[in-house]
């Protein structure tokens, strides 16, 4: 069974970067899709970021536009997240996800807390 693990995450004060890192036990084929995903106290899971099948095809939610970066690296089976600018809004669990031909797959999240 194929796992994500993220990392990368903590606390930052605003204004402040991150980059998060998401790693897979496996090489992972027919891939469709590879996002993150956060979920703020309270919340439902939202769309972050995702990158389709080529680098250039990527698309963010309107508020990391400009701040944020999806990028992945297939060689070691790994997706990232650089988050600069923080701010407090951007605060919660970030999951990495995957999505494949059969199904899909997720991460155990890792927290990304930005003070007010």
């Known amino acids: 069974q194929v796992q994500l693990v993220e990392s990368g995450g903590g606390l930052v004060p605003p204004g402040g970067s991150l980059r998060l890192s998401c790693a897979a036990s496996?090489?992972?084929?027919?891939?469709?899709?590879t996002s993150w995903y956060r979920q703020a106290p309270g919340k439902e899971r939202e769309l972050v970021a995702r990158?389709?099948?080529?680098?250039?095809?990527?698309t963010y939610v309107d508020s990391v536009k400009g701040r944020f970066t999806i990028s992945r690296d297939n060689a070691k089976n790994a997706v990232y997240l650089q988050m600069n600018n923080l701010k407090p809004e951007d605060t919660g669990v970030y999951y990495c996800?995957?999505?494949?031909?059969?199904?899909?797959?997720w991460g155990q999240g890792t927290q990304v807390t930005v003070p007010s």
């Open positions: 496996e090489r992972i084929s027919s891939v469709i899709s």
């Open positions: 996800y995957i999505g494949v031909v059969s199904g899909d797959y």
């Open positions: 990158i389709g099948l080529t680098s250039s095809a990527t």
